[in-house]
């Protein structure tokens, strides 16, 4: 009985949503690309994320050592960022070529893990 129970419940909430989905395409359509940027789907798509986070996002671990020294994230969009930059070669990860330079175009790279440890700045 309560397996029945437990099941038309989850069927209830189940058709409810699919009929509210149905109502408002709209709300879908928005909250489908609200998902979608939340869950990048390519490694460049994450790359694209992460660096705008590091730069624009207080709350972010490293952000005292991206936005928080005023280093600002210039790409307008992912399709910009993507013509600059290309697709990742296997092992490689962003990289900016100035490392006091802003996230911009001339300015990015994918560069391998030693390449980055050899363009790092030293801690102060």
């Not at 100035?98 to 363009?119: I, K």
């Amino acid at each position: 009985m309560i397996t029945i129970n437990l099941m038309t419940k989850r069927l209830r909430a189940y058709l409810s949503t699919r009929r509210w989905q149905r109502a408002h395409p709209e709300a879908m359509s928005a909250a489908k690309r609200k998902w979608e940027a939340a869950h990048p789907a390519n490694p460049e798509q994450i790359a694209f994320r992460d660096a705008l986070r590091r730069c624009t996002n207080p709350n972010v671990d490293n952000y005292k050592d991206y936005g928080g020294r005023g280093i600002k994230f210039l790409f307008t969009s992912f399709e910009q960022f993507f013509a600059e930059i290309g697709p990742r070669p296997e092992g490689m990860t962003l990289d900016r070529i100035d490392n006091d330079g802003n996230y911009e175009p001339g300015n990015v790279r994918w560069a391998t893990r030693s390449q980055q440890r050899q363009n790092q700045r030293l801690a102060a």
